[in-house]
């Protein structure tokens, strides 16, 4: 029983007080900003309570009072010039964790140091505890300091107090004061350094989440139209020219699929259309959509790609190689049939609750008809796109064919590459 409760504690203390590494070296980098930003100031504050001492006690003959206040303001002046110093010859070492950590606790006890100063030379009397903590409170709030920091420096400063100060009898309401202002300080470095922990983390989960959605919105739209999406709230479709568009299609889909169950003609096709968008990625191409058995790529938009021909190709012949492999280890055949085009087309985003990335014109027609007129394992193409492929791919060219819409046109199949 007691072993399951001291596990519970270590683990409510890892979720709570166990600062993440990353969030540590954060931290740990902007608290180094921090001293050399604070420094100065308090370098300036104890020029100016020196100034000031030295004007009203010195004029005043009261020279008891100037040496302590003098002792306390050198404090202040000796203690931030020593840490700006120790940071400064440090600065090449600070991407060290340890070596930052090392210069930031030096500099926190020389303050606390300076604020126990404060408290002797005011006899531990309520404005030096005010003070004490109004110092504590600055180093809290501007770093972000271990709470077991505080719990063991207080804990000592209290010893201090009760031990070597010999009135605490005369003094004991300052000394009670001073005791609910050390719970007040530790409980507050627990408190900030729980929110620090804590905001880090949802920071981090937020940033996960956002890496997801975008990771989700690559699957559906160009990395262009997203940006366009992020920063108008809508894309303006765009005409683009010389794109070459790739249509493929599985022979005999419906009569095979008739035969499997539905949830592995699914499977069949998540499994090729998924390593269709790999070749198609690795050929500097763009996938965009499927619909039932069918697979649509394009290359050329949304940025200008002057190998569009060869990529698509290149993803043509990948694409039957693919095939020809999977199909001598897979029980299924499937067979595809591939047309591709090359002309001008617009392109943007159908819809407004669920976004869809389409292209359309003549030229995508024209790439639907050659998939349509192409045969099985084989890659039509048309007159246009075998103007530019042909000084790369070997073709066969076709008996010019009838197309729905475009009269007598020539085709081309391609074999392979140069």
Same mark, same amino acid.
């Given at each position: 029983m007691s072993n399951n409760v001291i596990q519970k504690v270590r683990q409510q203390y890892k979720n709570i007080f166990l600062m993440p590494k990353e969030c540590a070296e954060i931290s740990c980098e902007k608290n180094s900003r921090h001293i050399l930003y604070f420094?100065?100031?308090?370098?300036?504050? %104890?020029?100016?309570?020196?100034?000031?001492?030295?004007?009203?006690?010195?004029?005043?003959?009261?020279?008891?009072?100037? +040496?302590?206040a003098f002792s306390y303001y050198g404090l202040f002046v000796l203690c &931030? *010039?020593?840490?700006?110093?120790?940071?400064?010859?440090?600065?090449?070492?600070?991407?060290?964790?340890? @070596?930052?950590?090392? *210069?930031?606790?030096?500099?926190?006890?020389?303050?606390?140091?300076? %604020?126990?100063?404060?408290?002797?030379?005011?006899?531990?009397? &309520?404005?030096? !505890? +005010?003070?004490?903590?109004?110092?504590t409170l600055v180093i809290i709030t501007v770093f972000d300091v271990n709470p077991f920091f505080y719990l063991v420096t207080t !804990? +000592?400063?209290?010893?201090?107090?009760?031990?070597?100060?010999? &009135?605490?009898?005369?003094?004991?309401?300052?000394? *009670?004061?001073?005791?609910?202002?050390m719970i007040i300080i530790i409980s507050l470095s627990f408190t900030h350094w729980n929110l620090i922990i804590r905001e880090f983390k949802a920071k981090k989960s937020m940033e996960a989440a956002n890496k997801k959605s975008e990771e989700l919105l690559l699957n559906i739209l160009p990395p262009k139209v997203i940006k366009e999406l992020k920063e108008k709230g809508s894309s303006?479709?765009?005409?683009?020219?010389?794109?070459?568009?790739?249509?493929?299609?599985? @022979?005999?889909?419906?009569?095979? &699929?008739?035969?499997?169950p539905p949830s592995e003609v699914i499977e069949e096709l998540n499994d090729i259309f998924s390593n269709f968008d790999r070749i198609v990625n690795n050929n500097n191409c763009t996938r965009?959509?499927?619909?039932?058995? =069918?697979?649509? *790529? @394009?290359?050329?938009?949304?940025?200008?790609?002057?190998?569009?021909?060869?990529?698509?190709?290149?993803s043509c012949l990948d694409i039957i190689d693919y095939l020809n492999k999977r199909n001598s280890t897979h029980?299924?055949?499937?067979?595809?049939?591939? %047309? +591709?085009?090359? %002309?001008?087309?617009?392109?943007?985003?159908? =819809?407004?609750?669920?976004?869809?990335?389409d292209v359309f014109?003549?030229? @995508?027609?024209?790439a639907s008809r050659m998939e349509h007129l192409s045969e099985a394992m084989k890659i039509n193409i048309t007159k246009e796109t075998y103007?530019?492929?042909?000084?790369?791919?070997?073709?066969?060219?076709?008996?010019?064919?009838?197309?729905?819409?475009? =009269?007598?046109?020539?085709?081309?199949?391609?074999?392979?590459?140069?």
């Open positions: 420094l100065p100031f308090t370098f300036a504050f %104890g020029l100016l309570g020196l100034a000031l001492t030295f004007f009203t006690d010195i004029y005043k003959n009261n020279y008891p009072h100037f +040496v302590r &931030s *010039a020593i840490s700006f110093v120790w940071i400064f010859i440090c600065k090449k070492k600070l991407s060290s964790i340890h @070596v930052m950590k090392c *210069a930031q606790y030096f500099t926190f006890i020389c303050f606390q140091i300076i %604020g126990l100063m404060n408290l002797s030379i005011s006899n531990f009397s &309520s404005t030096g !505890v +005010v003070v004490w903590m109004i110092i !804990v +000592v400063q209290l010893t201090y107090i009760f031990l070597v100060n010999k &009135s605490y009898s005369i003094l004991w309401q300052e000394y *009670a004061n001073f005791i609910i202002y303006t479709p765009e005409s683009f020219s010389n794109v070459t568009i790739m249509l493929t299609d599985m @022979v005999d889909f419906t009569e095979i &699929s008739k035969t499997l965009i959509k499927t619909i039932g058995d =069918g697979y649509m *790529a @394009v290359c050329g938009l949304p940025e200008s790609n002057k190998d569009n021909v060869n990529n698509i190709l290149c029980k299924i055949q499937w067979k595809t049939r591939i %047309g +591709v085009n090359t %002309g001008n087309v617009i392109a943007g985003i159908v =819809g407004k609750q669920k976004y869809i990335y014109g003549d030229s @995508v027609n024209t103007s530019v492929a042909k000084e790369l791919f070997n073709a066969e060219e076709r008996e010019p064919q009838i197309v729905k819409g475009k =009269g007598m046109m020539t085709m081309y199949f391609i074999t392979n590459k140069k």
